[in-house]
């Protein structure tokens, strides 16, 4: 029986090699598509048990559920759906002009929600006006006089504070329940929009702002820049994982996409274990900066447009390298035919 040459057999087995497993190759993660059949942009975004929820700004909220995107609820007046902080059979969502479901006491002004917050027994509403509470007896202004963004509940040293995110004023704080509102803008540079907050495991404050990445110990103390992070690009929206190893992994959402940062936190300090990285896209990437991010068991899920989540996708060029792969196969079957003919 004619033996295939040695240059035949190489070309063979390395064409069968690529050819096979170019398909299975490794990429890395990636942000991969995760949108349901929604009209117009992705705004809001909530886990609730076992599901997502997605409000656009058409007013539609959609339903992801066990693979499946489904409309659960959509908007008489078209209204965007600006905030979800739960369920809103439980907190209602926040919309451009006022509340989905609206309360009986309907919001003064109609006014458009930029975060909502259930302390206690109220529901807590920024606007561009200040915050608004809702309890038993109505609305109440509790201040601050500015146009708020985010809220955030923090509890440190057996004592809860809650911090505003605002557009001009930079970061305030106040002690619950008092809500005394103060600047709290120590170690920033004025002027400053606020325009996300989160906690770390031990209770430190993380702010992004217009001009970076921001961590505080406590209201009225100073605010200390995270180098690390993603520079001077405006911080929209972030997440912390669950720490695992000593080490918490923070989301961070900025015009261009979404980045990671570890971090390591000591009594009563932040330090960060290497730089950001910035996550690329498989396919159409995002169309518009990231407004929201939630963390599910370490992966994240945010809005840009559409909805799209952390996943593994294959190596970008794995198709030239399965098409090089074809090529050498018929190099060597080209070689084994030519060798067979010399024999002959």
Do not use: C, K
């Not at 209770?203 to 009225?220: E, F, K, M, R, S």
């Not at 799209?308 to 098409?323: K, V």
């Amino acid at each position: 029986m004619p033996r295939i040459p040695a240059v035949a057999a190489v070309l063979l087995g390395l064409g069968t090699l690529l050819t096979l497993a170019a398909p299975w190759l490794p990429g890395g993660e990636r942000l991969v598509l995760l949108d349901p059949p929604r009209e117009g942009h992705a705004m809001a975004l909530v886990a609730t048990d076992d599901e997502l929820l997605v409000g656009t700004e058409r007013g539609e909220l959609w339903r992801y559920r066990r693979g499946d995107w489904e409309l659960a609820d959509q908007d008489a007046d078209g209204r965007a759906i600006t905030v979800l902080r739960g369920h809103p059979d439980e907190i209602p969502a926040g919309t451009a002009r006022g509340l989905l479901p609206e309360p009986e006491a309907a919001l003064p002004g109609a006014a458009r929600v930029s975060d909502l917050l259930r302390l206690d027994q109220r529901l807590l509403v920024a606007t561009g006006a200040g915050v608004l509470a809702l309890d038993q007896g109505g609305w109440q202004t509790t201040g601050p006089d500015a146009a708020v963004y985010r809220l955030l509940e923090h509890r440190r040293d057996d004592e809860t504070f809650l911090h505003a995110a605002s557009i001009g004023e930079g970061l305030l704080g106040a002690r619950v329940p008092e809500l005394d509102w103060s600047t709290n803008n120590a170690g920033l540079p004025l002027p400053l929009n606020g325009l996300s907050l989160a906690t770390t495991a031990g209770g430190l404050v993380l702010a992004g702002t217009d001009q970076g990445l921001y961590w505080q110990i406590a209201p009225g103390e100073r605010w200390h820049r995270i180098d690390d992070g993603p520079g001077d690009r405006r911080i929209l929206a972030l997440a912390v994982a669950a720490e695992a190893d000593g080490v918490q992994r923070l989301w961070i959402g900025s015009d261009d996409g979404l980045h990671g940062l570890d971090l390591v936190e000591r009594e009563s300090s932040l330090e960060t274990r290497g730089r950001a990285r910035h996550y690329d896209h498989v396919g159409d990437g995002p169309e518009t900066g990231v407004s929201w991010i939630i963390d599910r068991q370490g992966t994240p899920v945010l809005t840009a447009g559409g909805v799209y989540h952390l996943g593994s996708s294959r190596f970008d060029y794995w198709h030239w390298l399965w098409m090089v792969g074809l090529a050498l196969i018929v190099l060597g079957a080209r070689q084994w035919r030519q060798s067979l003919r010399n024999q002959a």
